[in-house]
């Protein structure tokens, strides 16, 4: 009796039944727009010359291209000091940022059953609907007494300032972390000092990514508190020095945006670099 060899049957290919979404395609497409047309016309106008400048719109391209303007603007705003002054105010904040904001919200999320910690949190929550221009006037006028009208002075305002926000992000974090691991540690001996230095903060990497930008990106590009805090001509950053620009009857315009295309440019580059991070933090946070 022979035997007839079956062969197995084999499975359909998967599929993809998955579909594209054009609505939102199209919806992304027209949003790139409000980025990608002003950084074109911040370009253009950087490379033109006045004369080109009056007789067009704007948007036409630069020709013949005018690479004086970043030379004149490198100049006229001493760019290389006052990007020193904006490198040691911003690369300060952020350290400083992370270091107390991340510790002020362990304390708080590990301690909000307790009411004393809740009334805290819900403190700090508050700040963020107190408005800068407020405390403006008292703000200059304690920093004068203090000293404080200086660099180390708007590092300090810059982490007091952000508190608020950076605690609100990392405590939704932190609480999401097991409990379990910091007690694993404390019955190995650790104090909850050293707990949160080698458990908690390593783990932290995501939020100290977002936080860390989004200050970086606020002191850099901040204006308004250089301008009421610096007393030193020498000190100024970089928003202070372009505010040079700003005539009383007219503007040049394509030395500016050249001197804010330099300006951007450090920032863009820390940004291409830890982009995934920070979209990794705030995917996270949202999540947990």
């Not at 039944?17 to 497409?29: E, F």
Request: aromatic letters at 14%; charged letters at 10%.
């Amino acid at each position: 009796m022979s035997t007839v060899a079956t062969r197995p049957a084999i499975a359909p290919a998967d599929t993809d039944t998955r579909k594209i979404n054009w609505w939102a395609t199209a919806l992304i497409a027209v949003c790139s727009l409000t980025v990608i047309l002003p950084l074109y016309l911040a370009v253009a106008v950087a490379l033109k010359t006045p004369a080109q400048l009056a007789e067009g719109n704007g948007f036409e391209l630069p020709w013949p291209i005018r690479w004086e303007n970043f030379a004149d603007a490198w100049q006229r705003t001493a760019f290389p000091q006052a990007l020193v002054n904006t490198g040691l105010i911003t690369v300060g904040a952020v350290i400083l940022t992370l270091l107390t904001s991340s510790v002020v919200a362990y304390a708080l999320a590990r301690n909000l059953h307790r009411r004393t910690f809740k009334a805290a949190y819900f403190y700090f929550l508050a700040a963020l609907f107190v408005p800068f221009p407020i405390i403006m006037l008292p703000l200059v006028k304690q920093t004068a007494l203090l000293g404080l009208d200086n660099q180390a002075g708007l590092i300090i305002l810059y982490t007091i300032y952000g508190l608020s926000l950076n605690v609100f992000i990392y405590t939704a974090f932190i609480r999401s972390i097991p409990i379990e691991l910091e007690e694993a540690a404390r019955v190995d001996g650790a104090s909850t000092w050293r707990v949160f230095w080698r458990v908690v903060f390593p783990l932290l990497g995501p939020m100290n990514a977002t936080v860390g930008i989004l200050t970086c990106v606020w002191a850099w590009n901040d204006f308004i508190m250089p301008l009421v805090i610096l007393t030193d001509p020498g000190a100024r950053t970089l928003p202070l020095a372009q505010y040079v620009f700003q005539g009383q009857y007219n503007t040049d315009y394509p030395v500016a945006f050249a001197s804010y295309l330099m300006a951007m440019a450090p920032l863009l580059i820390v940004y291409i670099f830890s982009q995934r991070w920070v979209i990794s933090g705030v995917t996270r946070g949202s999540i947990k």
